[in-house]
């Protein structure tokens, strides 16, 4: 017993390589399960209307890209599956970037597979604007004139065929706000300050505490949580997909640190047994 409160930790690390390989080489299909929150945003874009406009948000950096880039590839490309057109801006400045690179793959998917995802007519990307709250709320009143007019690109919005139904981010144009999110500013700008809106989030594992509350109340209509609501989605979407080998590996890597914690309690106990027995 005592061997094990002292084993080389090289060979820890080498069967955490191995796990997490093996599932990404040659998935292994472990079983899993579908969070409500999931379904409801997966469903939510289900209902939706071919031409329905909705925004979506990029409110993270490169660091959550694990965890939110497949979010948003997967509702980004069932959003052109759909016929429903995309708004997309971005609270962070550093994720605008990352959030379009999402889209544009989205789009080139789509269209491989026979959908229409025109840019300007079926999506726009104004991206990261400055002044925060403030300026999210006067897009609500006049959208063209709180985003300067232009998009990520720098085109005027009266050459994008779409932007002439969005003058204003009202209710009555917007049919739901996809918000992905890894801190702050984030979700608060909407529960805040766009009350009475469709919210739906993807975030972050680590927010799953905070976001709960919101859901409960009614406020966020539906959540993708982490890793696992992107793996997900993907499932509903596609029945499979590069996220959910990923789970393969995170749930044998879990697994072993499991293993671990109960080999370093075991090896504990039987160390504290031996003294009381000298």
Request: hydrophobic share 45%; aromatic share 12%.
């Amino acid at each position: 017993m005592e061997k094990l409160g002292n084993i080389d930790p090289r060979w820890v690390y080498l069967v955490m390589f191995v796990l997490l390989t093996i599932p990404i080489l040659k998935p292994i299909g472990l079983a899993l399960g579908m969070d409500p929150g999931t379904k409801n945003v997966y469903n939510w874009v289900e209902s939706l209307q071919p031409g329905d406009i909705v925004f979506g948000d990029v409110a993270y950096a490169s660091g959550s890209g694990a965890e939110l880039n497949p979010q948003l590839f997967s509702w980004f490309y069932h959003c052109m599956k759909k016929g429903v057109k995309v708004i997309m801006v971005a609270q962070w400045n550093t994720g605008a970037k990352i959030g379009l690179d999402q889209c544009k793959a989205a789009a080139e998917k789509a269209k491989a597979d026979g959908y229409s995802a025109e840019y300007g007519v079926d999506w726009v990307y104004v991206g990261y604007k400055s002044g925060g709250v403030t300026t999210w709320q006067a897009m609500q009143k006049n959208f063209w004139d709180a985003a300067t007019g232009t998009d990520y690109y720098g085109k005027k919005f009266e050459d994008l065929p779409l932007m002439a139904r969005v003058k204003a981010w009202d209710k009555e144009t917007c049919k739901g706000i996809m918000i992905f999110s890894a801190g702050s500013p984030g979700i608060p700008t909407y529960t805040q300050a766009f009350i009475g809106y469709p919210l739906y989030v993807g975030n972050v594992a680590v927010q799953a505490a905070e976001v709960e509350p919101l859901v409960r109340s009614g406020q966020i209509k539906g959540n993708l949580l982490g890793m696992t609501g992107g793996a997900q989605y993907e499932m509903l979407l596609w029945g499979t997909g590069p996220t959910l080998k990923k789970m393969d590996a995170q749930s044998l890597g879990h697994l072993w640190v499991i293993v671990l914690v109960v080999l370093g309690n075991i090896a504990y106990v039987s160390k504290i047994r031996r003294k009381g027995q000298a």
